[in-house]
């Protein structure tokens, strides 16, 4: 159980912070990088998997 804890909670900190990493980016940047800003929250999920 704790490690279940502790795995989702990493998850969900690498979430995060590519979320806001990517969130934090000018339209611009993410255009280069290809990634819409409604595409942000996806690309964190798999970031964290």
Avoid at 22 to 44: F, M, P, T
Wanted: hydrophobic share 30%; no cysteine.
């Amino acid at each position: 159980m704790i490690n279940s804890l502790t795995r989702s909670y990493n998850n969900w900190k690498r979430f995060r912070r590519t979320y806001d990493e990517l969130s934090s980016l000018s339209n611009r940047e993410l255009d280069d990088l290809g990634i819409g800003r409604a595409e942000i929250s996806r690309y964190a999920r798999q970031s964290a998997k």
